[in-house]
């Protein structure tokens, strides 16, 4: 997939992602790489404590509690 354009958040930044979960294309800013979504479709998620991912999503590089 071929993604080009602006990204559909802020329109001023090239988009170099996709949204999987909408299709927008956005920038690597507003690209929730934690979901793989936009920061739009990212905003449903919220701060949802239930991660029906499944997995260890966060093997971030961050002490306990982002929060
Ligand atoms: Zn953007
Ligand atoms: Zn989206």
Redesign the pocket.
């Known amino acids: 997939m071929s993604v080009t354009g602006l ?1 559909q ?2 329109e001023s ?1 090239t988009a170099t992602r996709g949204c999987r979960q909408c299709g927008t294309n ?2 690597e ?2 690209f929730d790489r934690t979901h793989g979504v936009c920061s739009r479709c990212a905003s449903v998620f919220g701060d949802g404590d239930d991660g029906d991912d499944g997995g260890p999503g966060r093997s971030g590089s961050g002490p306990t509690g982002m929060r």
Do not use: R, S
């Open positions: 990204c958040v802020c930044a956005v920038c800013k507003h």
